[in-house]
């Protein structure tokens, strides 16, 4: 009987980074309970990503053919695990809450640790998009969490190694909610909730064809694109993009903030960034009590430069 | 149509949040309580919906401690009909208890659909719309940006950003449960008239313990802390060139992220 089952994601045919980060914080809390971890990998053709798995350590896994939510709980009444954990993606946050209910288990979302105490999960998590953080403590049987993206080390015992996988096909017809369409608007960007690094702008970009110069930086980066709720309020870019407390929390390892003069929601949302670059005209902008490098300046005359700065760094 | 809205009071978003000496959890005293900023677009589209099928109520269904009833009014006066506030007053809960008394309301009212935030900017826990749904055996889409109601108003379809760009149309059977993203609507402002009229709605009030069947919390925050400051760094100062480039070796050398 599995301690602890994980549902791992996967992207043309690999788990996802975050998955990578969930499997080896799995296998060192499933230490402190003696048992093994199950992973489970949703999606068509997982069986390879589910494979992935044994690499850190997790011996066997499930691949799920098909609509997923319909096989998981079967599977879960099956193994029977203590501890359930998924990433706080957008699979994540919306399947875990539900499966909770059902199972009348607790739940702590988008945490930052996880360990094992007296037996039972124990989660630190941000509250207030990380105005505060709070300990859960779990008071039921059976626990559920999902970590927030880049906050734990992937940690790879024998990267030759493949879990067992065993594949099940859902029985799942005549679902209540049908995808009629998907829509890839900007192909290749990563979710700013899972991004390493994001370039991000503001009020002051005053135009969305003035856009181009975060997304020319961004891409030369390798960045997602970000931008404070006064520019989207202002149109120069969608509500995908918003950062802060009314938006999305980024957790980073370099934060590029252009022309952002630092509302206090739109800090909370990024602070947990491991390097945070302020660049703004404003020598006062409350941007910089945050920053650990920042230039007093015309992002619209410092942003070319630093793109070819970075392309030359890179050799392209 | 009969549209439930299930909505929560939380801080205002430029609140700065204070810490109990004893960290057991929030100090409330300099707090602005406003209709949690993804609540009030869940409100404005409920209204839409049902200006598109033609009349009907909105319910604006709370659990909350006496102070949510100010938010609840801003909705009456917003146009919604009436109110349902579970008291909470004195009962700990979390947000299995309160997703269990909501689903009760729900299933009482019978409402056709149910529209929520997509998540609440104070506990952040993206759980209760979803517990709703689950112990209804609902279907329930999150996050949303944009409705439409289907010609026969069994069916809605909506468009759920995935992130990365990437957005999913989907088409949804009611009863179920749409959790609202800021979408393309602006919430309205309430009008004079409105806000006057607000006085007078109904707002029907219940007990937590007569939901709850006995049910307790499952999860305990413990303990409270704030974040560690972040300290100021380097301003580099000089010409843009010049700035750039040391920007760029910081990066590279001392911070090692590119």
């Not at chain 1, 006064?230 to 934060?255: E, W």
């Not at chain 1, 909370?268 to 910089?288: L, Y």
């Not at chain 2, 801080?11 to 209709?35: C, F, L, M, Q, R």
């Not at chain 2, 007990?207 to 972040?230: I, N, W």
Request: hydrophobic fraction near 45%; charge should be neutral; proline fraction near 4%.
């Amino acid at each position: 009987m599995p301690g602890i089952l994980i549902l791992a994601e996967k992207e043309d045919g690999k788990l996802k980074n975050y998955s990578r980060e969930l499997a080896s914080k799995a296998v060192e809390l499933a230490k402190g309970l003696n048992a093994p971890v199950h992973g489970v990998v949703i999606g068509n053709q997982g069986s390879a990503a589910a494979e992935e798995l044994g690499a850190f350590g997790v011996q066997e896994a499930t691949a799920i053919e098909g609509p997923a939510v319909q096989a998981l709980l079967p599977l879960i009444q099956e193994l029977k695990p203590q501890i359930i954990l998924a990433s706080a993606s957008g699979m994540g946050k919306d399947i875990l809450p539900r499966l909770a209910m059902k199972l009348k288990a607790g739940l702590a979302t988008d945490c930052v640790e996880l360990s094992v105490e007296n037996g039972k999960l124990k989660a630190k998590r941000p509250i207030f998009s990380g105005k505060v953080f709070v300990d859960v403590t779990f008071l039921s049987d059976v626990q559920l969490a999902t970590a927030r993206p880049n906050s734990f080390a992937v940690t790879v015992v024998d990267a030759a190694k493949k879990a067992a996988v065993k594949t099940i096909q859902s029985a799942g017809e005549g679902g209540r909610v049908v995808v009629k369409e998907v829509k890839e608007a900007e192909k290749g960007m990563k979710d700013l909730t899972e991004a390493e690094i994001v370039v991000a702008g503001g009020r002051a970009l005053g135009s969305s064809e003035n856009f181009k110069t975060i997304r020319d930086l961004a891409e030369t980066l390798g960045a997602t694109v970000g931008a404070s709720r006064a520019a989207v309020d202002a149109g120069y870019i969608s509500h995908d993009h918003q950062v802060g407390q009314t938006g999305k929390t980024v957790n980073s390892k370099l934060y590029i903030a252009c022309g952002i003069s630092g509302a206090i929601q739109h800090l909370t949302g990024m602070q947990s960034s491991k390097v945070i670059v302020a660049i703004n005209k404003d020598p006062e902008a409350p941007i910089f009590s945050k920053a650990d490098y920042g230039i007093v300046g015309d992002l619209f005359v410092l942003l070319p430069i630093l793109t070819t700065k970075i392309k030359e760094l890179s050799g392209k | 149509m009969k549209i439930g809205v299930l909505l929560k009071q939380t801080p205002d978003t430029e609140t700065k949040i204070k810490i109990k000496s004893d960290a057991s959890g929030i100090d409330e005293s300099d707090i602005k309580w406003v209709i949690n900023p993804f609540d009030e677009y869940a409100v404005e589209e409920a209204l839409r919906l049902k200006e598109a099928s033609g009349g009907g109520e909105v319910v604006i269904v709370t659990a909350g401690v006496k102070r949510s009833v100010d938010s609840m009014r801003q909705a009456l006066a917003m146009g919604a009909d009436r109110g349902i506030r579970i008291d909470t007053e004195g009962v700990l809960v979390d947000n299995y208890t309160t997703a269990l008394m909501l689903s009760k309301v729900v299933s009482q009212e019978n409402f056709e659909v149910v529209f929520a935030g997509k998540q609440a900017v104070d506990d952040d826990g993206v759980q209760v719309a979803h517990g709703v749904s689950a112990e209804l055996d609902w279907p329930c889409v999150w996050p949303i940006e944009h409705i439409e109601l289907g010609a026969d108003k069994k069916s809605v379809k909506v468009t759920r950003p995935l992130g990365g760009g990437v957005k999913e149309i989907l088409e949804m059977q009611l009863p179920g449960i749409i959790c609202c993203d800021k979408g393309e609507h602006a919430p309205r402002y309430a009008s004079l008239p409105g806000i006057m009229k607000a006085k007078s709605k109904p707002i029907a009030e219940l007990k937590a313990v007569d939901l709850l069947g006995g049910a307790t919390p499952l999860v305990q925050f413990t303990h409270f802390a704030l974040p560690p400051e972040r300290k100021a760094g380097k301003i580099l100062k000089g010409e843009p060139e010049q700035v750039c480039a040391e920007l760029v070796k910081l990066l590279h050398e001392e911070a090692k992220v590119i």
